[in-house]
């Protein structure tokens, strides 16, 4: 059998509940990031009813992984490191293009192996995902 001199590519798309990205960004806001991040200000997404909430069974919304995690809401975010860099909206828009970014990454796709595993990764995970869906790469760490 010859093999093929015109080897390529197969695209795939791999879905992972709200849940497990939630969990990565508690990871990275409640441990991971603490050393670089700072929240400087939320927006509460529209229409009341539709919030996705991580933690629906609560009663409780919490807005650093409720809001951006919502179409309409985001949360503004600024280096501690270098201020200077300015502040950077988190989206739910943005959380997708970091995870299409990490997936992709040739020095920290393991990251997103984890994330999309049924460990969901660890604090380092998490970091690197936010860093991902604000910088599109590693800058901290």
């Known amino acids: 059998m010859a ?3 015109n080897k390529g590519q197969m695209q795939v798309t791999l879905k992972i509940d709200d849940e497990k990205i939630a969990s990565a960004l508690i990871s ?3 441990g991971g990031s603490n050393y670089w ?8 997404p529209r229409g009341e009813q539709a919030l996705w909430k991580y933690r629906e069974d609560s009663g409780r919304v919490y807005p650093h992984i409720d809001y951006p995690m919502n ?14 860099k300015g502040k950077f909206k988190l989206t739910r828009r943005r959380i997708e293009q970091g995870l299409q970014k ?5 020095d920290y796709g393991h990251h997103f192996r984890d994330l999309a595993s049924d460990d969901g990764g660890d604090q380092v995970t998490g ?4 860093q991902f869906c604000l ?3 590693v800058i901290y760490g």
């Open 71 to 84: 179409p309409t809401g985001h949360l503004i975010i600024s280096s501690l490191e270098e201020p200077e």
């Open 37 to 44: 991040y700072q929240i400087e200000s939320v927006r509460k």
């Open 102 to 106: 990490l997936a992709e990454s040739k």
């Open 135 to 137: 910088f599109g790469d």
């Open 3 to 5: 093999q093929n001199a």
């Open 127 to 130: 970091d690197v995902l936010l």
């Open 28 to 30: 990275a806001f409640e």
